[in-house]
Structures are given as structure tokens and as C-alpha cells.
């Protein structure tokens, strides 16, 4: 089955400290891989994709994620974590069925940035 | 660009009313639209799949009679509860695929409607 998997609930960052969260995939075909986050009360926000191309792809508010297709993951990332950054994360894929397509989220990861 | 406008933002009813939430493409077309719910702590579940001029594609499990869904225009598509009940109360988001942008299969989200029903 076509899948997403984000294995961390939270994640707790030092403000200042480089900051990773999880996500591992598993569809049929190449990947179309995608990271939002969300703010209390609030619709998701785009980050960063990625279609094809350079495995490292920068987004918003200076996070950036590595595709390794090897370990079918999709790591988010950032140099150094600011307490503003504090928010729920999805990873998402794009799956393939009949004639269209869908996207499909993964459970979320609370990330935590402590001044 | 690709803004998506969802209305209302906050919304409480009656159990037994009906409710719609709306959701716009501002800036682009939309042919395609995604309705999802949203429970506290929880991921995003896929309701439907909303289509300009046509049915909308449901989620095995989702009641097709209970979340009625219209895609009347590229820029709109409508999502009515209807008959609410207390277990109705969630977060409700929509999504749209710019027509132009179809092929990355991105999407850009409304800012969802919380639905409360008493």
C-alpha cells in the first residue's frame, strides 16, 4: 500500500541547534514528496516539494530536505532552529489511482523549539 | 498567489441543522479541490475529492448523503454538513490543485472552518 510514515510524535530543539524531522515513504513510481506545516487553528502551509531533480531542495523560512531514494526517506531540516518554528509538521506524497491523483499525509510531527 | 479562501473560519450549530463551508481559488483556477478533516492531534483524513462539473469521489467511509459536496465553478466548491450531530464537531479543511500547476500535484490549503455542533 502507498504510504507515508512520520515515526517521531514530537521533536524538541534548543533554539539555535539544527533541527530534523522524520518521513519515510513508500509508493509505487517516482515519489512526489511535499512537507506543510500547520499553526494552532490555521490551514497548512507549504514548504518545500520535491518533483525531480537535485536530491536537496530548499523551501520557506529556511528549511530544506533531503531526498535519499535509497532509504525512501525525506528528512526536513534546518540549520539553526528558531523558537517561531514551533508548529505541526506533515509530510505528504502524492499517490497514483485509476486516472488521477491524491495526496496523503503522513500522522504529523509536533516540533518544539525551547528559547 | 494561490491563495485559497475558506469560509467560515468558526461556525456553531444546532444538532440537526445543516452547515456549508465554502472554499475559493482566488487567484487561479481549481479544477480539482480536496475536502479533508482534521481531529485534535490528528493528521489530515482525505473526505473527498471535489471536481469542477462533476460527482464528487468519496473516501470509503465517508457518507456521500451526510457531507454533500458541489464544485459548481473553477473557483469554488462547497462542502455542506448536513444534519449535523455533536460527533460532526471538527476541523474541516479544503485544498486546491492550481489547474496550471496539475502536474506537481501540489496543493494550496484554505485556513479550515472549525464546525462545533452543540
Known amino acids: 500500500a502507498q504510504s507515508v510514515a512520520q515515526p517521531e510524535d514530537q521533536v524538541n530543539v534548543a533554539e539555535g541547534n539544527p533541527l530534523t524531522v522524520k518521513c519515510t515513504y513508500s509508493v509505487s513510481g517516482n515519489p512526489y514528496l511535499f512537507w506543510y506545516v500547520q499553526y494552532p487553528n490555521r490551514g497548512l502551509q507549504f514548504l518545500l516539494k520535491y518533483i525531480t531533480g537535485d536530491n536537496l531542495v530548499k523551501g520557506s523560512y529556511g528549511f530544506e530536505a533531503e531526498f535519499n531514494k535509497s532509504q525512501t526517506s525525506f528528512h526536513l531540516k534546518k540549520p539553526s532552529a528558531l523558537v517561531s518554528d514551533s508548529a505541526l509538521y506533515f509530510c505528504?506524497?502524492?499517490?497514483?489511482?485509476?486516472?488521477?491523483?491524491?495526496?496523503?499525509f503522513g500522522s504529523g510531527t509536533r516540533l518544539s523549539i525551547r528559547p | 498567489g494561490a491563495v485559497v479562501s475558506q469560509h467560515p473560519s468558526w461556525v456553531i450549530c444546532k444538532s440537526g441543522t445543516s452547515v456549508k463551508i465554502e472554499c475559493r481559488s482566488l487567484?487561479?483556477?481549481?479544477?480539482?479541490m480536496f475536502w479533508y478533516r482534521q481531529f485534535p492531534k490528528q493528521s489530515l483524513m482525505l473526505m473527498a475529492t471535489?471536481?469542477?462539473?462533476?460527482?464528487?469521489?468519496?473516501e470509503q467511509g465517508v457518507e456521500k448523503d451526510k457531507f454533500l459536496i458541489n464544485h459548481a465553478s473553477l473557483t469554488l466548491s462547497t462542502l455542506t454538513v448536513t444534519s449535523a450531530h455533536p460527533e460532526d464537531s471538527s476541523f474541516y479543511i479544503c485544498s486546491a490543485r492550481d489547474r496550471g500547476l496539475a502536474g506537481t500535484g501540489e496543493l494550496f490549503f484554505g485556513e479550515g472552518s472549525r464546525l462545533t455542533v452543540l
Open positions: 505528504a506524497v502524492r499517490v497514483l489511482y485509476s486516472s488521477a491523483s491524491k495526496i496523503i
Open positions: 471535489s471536481n469542477e462539473g462533476s460527482k464528487a469521489t468519496y
Open positions: 487567484d487561479f483556477q481549481a479544477t480539482t
